[in-house]
């Protein structure tokens, strides 16, 4: 029950021609109750995957490196060390950090643990900096409605991180 | 224990947690608890912490697969996500002020109703056409998405916007109180009251959850909660097993999906129900 618009016919005033993923082409009532693909259009998928693939790898790789460089020096300040290296106080004597500022400094001391963490950030961004993505192009296509959804979601993720901090 | 050991058995377990995780639509939070607790006898607290960040991980990683495969309805995942976000914080903030017990027991119960209700509905392969709810007519929700194991593309509409949107809520609390994604009880309300295909269902909660993740997180940041050895090799191995999972999904037939999905439900309702009662496995 796909429909195809016939090759290179404007289907009126209105509607757009869209290239799907798959090369097809497909006309698509603007703002109208016909299904659509779901998202606005294929574009707008693709910027998104984008800025998921390249947060993801980015945080997977800074991790990765973190990780590598902590354990390395967790084994070169013991030779056998035991849970206590893992955990932070009472348990043990890893470090914890929980801020950003925090990891920019643990960063200019060197310590791995900030490196870590640092990737993780950057994966919690991911979702965040999608989100953002999305209300702009939202805001480019005119979509009112939606801009005013990504604005509330980004409203009350921001919300979060200070409700976050103050308690 | 020796770090080492406790890191490659961590990316292990992580990894699996990531596969499943993507493929059912969880956040593989609900695997990592039990495992960074039961087997490797971490505090809780930080096992929840590792939980939200492995939360945000499966979701980010499969939600950039499944946003390409044109399965993820962006649409009504963005608009569920501002009831979610809320319930996020909501739980967050609220945290150490409800009994613990009591919430796995209504957990444990929802869990249960929820896998009752898909087991009902197992035969039910397509949704059948469903009726447009005039607010997914107005926000234009409804759409459609190609189905590997079937060949063509799959037209949906979405019904019960409303109720979607409560039980969002519901959802995104228990995520800020437990860090989990609460993927549990997402899927079933697309599934049941948005009557959506499981497979948009899924896809569309992958992105949901890491959103409402990236709400609570946050707060266990600041807390303490967020322990780089032991969050490291669950955000690595996650990250993996998502991206591999992710690969799968669109070639798994819906009905596989959803019984796996129900088993699942299964264990982790009695897991919970457990915990609720006294009988403390961790």
């Known amino acids: 029950m796909y429909e195809e618009s016939a090759a290179g016919k404007a289907a009126g005033i209105g509607e757009e021609h869209l290239r799907t993923s798959s090369g097809r082409e497909a006309s698509r009532p603007r703002g109208g109750a016909a299904p659509s693909a779901g998202g606005p259009s294929a574009r707008l998928e693709t910027i998104v995957g984008g800025v998921l693939r390249y947060g993801v790898a980015a945080s997977f790789l800074v991790i990765a490196l973190g990780f590598t ?47 870590v963490v640092l990737g993780l950030l950057v994966l919690l961004g991911t979702p965040i900096v999608q989100v953002a ?23 009350v993720l921001a919300i979060s991180f200070l409700v976050g901090a103050a308690g | ?36 607790t039961l087997l490797l006898g971490i505090d809780i607290h930080y096992a929840i912490g590792a939980s939200i960040i492995s939360v945000i991980a499966t979701s980010s990683a499969a939600a950039a697969a499944y946003v390409r495969n044109q399965m993820t309805n962006l649409r009504i995942g963005l608009f569920l996500v501002t009831a979610t976000t809320l319930g996020a914080v909501t739980g967050a903030t609220v945290g150490g002020l409800v009994g613990g017990r009591a919430l796995y027991i209504i957990f444990a119960g929802v869990l249960g109703y929820s896998a009752t209700m898909m087991f009902r509905r197992r035969h039910a392969d397509l949704s059948e056409s469903v009726p447009n709810h005039p607010w997914s007519e107005r926000l234009r929700l409804a759409g459609e998405y190609p ?36 993927g549990a009880l997402k899927v079933p309300a697309m599934d049941l009251a948005m009557r959506l ?45 998502a991206t591999l999972g992710a690969r799968a999904m669109s070639r798994l037939h819906g009905l596989l999906i959803r019984q796996l999905f129900i088993l699942v439900l299964l264990v982790v309702s009695l897991e919970m129900a457990l915990k609720g009662l006294g009988v403390s496995l961790y």
């Open chain 1, 69 to 115: 460089i902590l354990v390395r020096a967790t084994y070169a300040a013991a030779p056998h060390p035991g849970a206590e290296a893992i955990y932070p106080p009472p348990q043990g004597h890893a470090e914890v950090l929980r801020s950003p500022a925090e990891v920019a400094l643990g960063l200019i001391r060197g310590d791995p643990n900030a490196l």
């Open chain 1, 133 to 155: 993505v999305s209300a702009v192009t939202f805001a480019m296509r005119r979509d009112w409605a939606y801009v005013a959804i990504t604005a509330f979601v980004l409203a």
């Open chain 2, 1 to 36: 224990m020796d770090p080492i050991a406790f890191s490659l058995v961590t990316l292990v377990a992580a990894v699996l947690a990531g596969m499943l995780g993507s493929l059912l639509g969880l956040g593989g939070g609900i695997i990592v608890i039990p495992v960074l």
């Open chain 2, 147 to 182: 189905d590997a194991s079937l060949g063509r593309r799959v037209r949906y509409n979405v019904a019960g916007v409303p109720l979607a949107l409560g039980l969002m809520y519901v959802a995104g609390v228990v995520s800020g109180l437990l860090g989990i994604g609460s």
């Open chain 2, 197 to 241: 295909p499981i497979k948009v269902s899924s896809a569309t909660s992958n992105f949901m959850i890491g959103v409402t993740a990236a709400a609570s997180a946050g707060v266990y940041l600041a807390r303490g909660d967020i322990v780089p050895f032991i969050v490291a090799p669950v955000a690595l191995g996650v990250l993996l097993g």
